[in-house]
């Protein structure tokens, strides 16, 4: 009989059989299983089995519950350490004990509109507090806060707690809680509106009572404003206090003495500036303050040690309160007094010029829109003789005319330090505007000279203007080249050669 070989022991078929079994899965797992298959066709009991047994290909993949979900942007550690201390920021304030980039870190993700409490004392970034003002106000002139924007917020804020205070209905601590908050940071405080007390109206009259009564009976305690004594006297720093006692947009509910600068008010703003001593810029305008009121203030600032300029404009201040201001330029060293817009007249106006005769420290006197006449103009004319410290003057629209002018065309050539003088709105006429260039053609000092509507001819105003023009650029070469015009040993201009 022939033999027949056996396919396990050939070379050949035993590789054809391992290839068989790895490029059948499906054979394989039916004989792991106990099921036989066939070349033919699977048997009804292996197809049932097939059906039931799934793809081994789809059993390996991976469900997300994050469809972006990625191990390439797992975020750092420190990463999430910022951003839960930002998030917990305000109950557990970290910052101090971070390094200084992870500081920068936290302050540029926190919000702006933490409690002050926190973030006063804390956080000195200039990036989060220009954050801060950015958001709470669309102009901001920072020049203005000498390049600090925490000042600026501080000052800001303070002072529209002040514009919106109601006497009797707002608390005080509102504003007296900021003290520890802002008191290093507050330099300046310019309020345009201080608000009056609530009046609660009146109770209807009898038949027996007068119906002749008017709206400013009361006392005026009902009218009197917030008390400043207590802010300012925490305030550290201040340098510059700007108040208005009335109100902004009142609308249809206008009413004269949302406008009144009570007696009680005056004495306790005269109490507040003494006690203020780095206060050198005081402003009270628009506030009604008359001859009284304003003696009162003028007296707690005699021999103030550091006040340098006051502005009382657009009052009702008369020659008495003149004579309280030409008292305090001998007792103080005031550099800038505005009194524009009052009711000063001739009187006062001498009493002014007696003081800047004798005065070496005041370097503006703002006049305008007064009555001083020609009475007046002369005397601080002549005072004009003796001033050597004086640069601005502005006397537009004093009812003056010709003998002013013919008295300072005299002065102009005798005076070497102003340099800005205006006598605009005048009646000078055409001859006080040819004595006033006469005058001119022998100043070499004065760069601005204000002669708009005062009834000086074209011709005197040309050519007062080039005298003006060639004072400026004699100015601007004594700055460019100082060594030329000025001896470095005397200080005194030197003598051209050859």
């Given at each position: 009989m022939q033999e027949t070989p056996a396919t396990s022991s050939a070379p050949g078929s035993r590789s054809q059989s391992l290839f068989n079994v790895t490029r059948q899965p499906s054979a394989l797992l039916g004989a792991s299983l106990g099921v036989q298959t066939s070349k033919t066709g699977p048997t009804?009991?292996?197809?049932?089995?097939?059906?039931?047994?799934?793809?081994?290909?789809?059993?390996?993949?991976?469900?997300?519950?994050?469809?972006?979900?990625?191990?390439?942007?797992?975020?750092?550690?420190?990463?999430?350490?910022?951003?839960h201390i930002v998030k917990n920021f305000e109950n557990n304030p970290i910052l101090k004990q971070l390094l200084p980039e992870h500081q920068e870190k936290v302050l540029s993700l926190l919000p702006p509109d933490l409690?002050?409490?926190?973030?006063a004392n804390l956080i000195a970034d200039e990036n989060y507090w220009q954050r801060c003002c950015t958001k709470r106000w669309p102009v901001c002139h920072l020049a203005r806060y000498g390049g600090s924007w925490k000042r600026m917020f501080f000052e800001r804020h303070l002072e529209s707690q002040l514009k919106f205070f109601i006497p009797g209905t707002t608390d005080p601590n509102v504003i007296l809680d900021l003290l520890p908050l802002c008191r290093d940071y507050v330099r300046r405080l310019q309020v345009d509106q201080l608000l009056p007390p609530v009046r609660l109206p009146a109770p209807p009259q009898g038949e027996e009572q007068s119906d002749s009564g008017s709206e400013a009976e009361g006392g005026e305690s009902e009218k009197d404003h917030y008390q400043l004594e207590a802010l300012v006297a925490g305030l550290k720093h201040l340098e510059e206090l700007d108040l208005v006692y009335g109100i902004k947009d009142c609308g249809v509910n206008f009413q004269w003495n949302f406008f009144l600068f009570t007696y009680q008010d005056c004495h306790s703003l005269a109490a507040t500036v003494k006690a203020c001593h780095t206060l050198k810029i005081f402003k009270l305008t628009r506030s009604k303050v008359d001859d009284d009121k304003a003696r009162i203030l003028i007296r707690s600032l005699l021999d103030h040690p550091a006040l340098e300029e006051l502005d009382l404009s657009h009052n009702l201040i008369g020659d008495r309160g003149a004579r309280a201001a030409a008292k305090l330029l001998s007792h103080s060293r005031l550099r800038v007094l505005n009194l524009a817009n009052n009711q000063l007249r001739a009187p006062g106006a001498q009493s002014l010029a007696h003081a800047l005769a004798h005065?070496?420290?005041?370097?503006?006197?703002?006049?305008?829109?007064?009555?001083?006449?020609?009475?007046?103009?002369?005397?601080?004319?002549?005072?004009?003789?003796?001033?050597?410290?004086?640069?601005?003057l502005h006397l537009g629209g004093n009812e003056l005319s010709e003998p002013t002018a013919t008295l300072l065309s005299q002065v102009l050539p005798i005076n070497t330090t102003l340099i800005s003088l205006n006598l605009s709105c005048n009646h000078i006429g055409v001859d006080g505007g040819k004595q006033l260039l006469e005058g001119m053609s022998d100043n070499k000092t004065i760069l601005e000279f204000d002669l708009r509507l005062s009834d000086v001819s074209q011709e005197s105003e040309y050519l007062i203007g080039q005298a003006l023009h060639a004072n400026r650029e004699a100015a601007r070469q004594r700055t460019l080249n100082p060594g030329h015009f000025m001896s470095p040993i005397t200080n005194c201009p030197e003598k051209s050669v050859g």
């Open positions: 009804p009991a292996s197809a049932h089995l097939k059906a039931k047994v799934p793809n081994t290909r789809r059993m390996c993949r991976i469900i997300s519950e994050d469809a972006e979900w990625t191990l390439a942007i797992v975020p750092l550690l420190t990463e999430l350490c910022i951003q409690p002050l409490s926190l973030t005065n070496t420290n005041l370097v503006s006197l703002n006049l305008r829109l007064n009555c001083i006449e020609d009475e007046g103009g002369q005397a601080i004319a002549h005072a004009l003789e003796t001033n050597k410290c004086l640069t601005t």
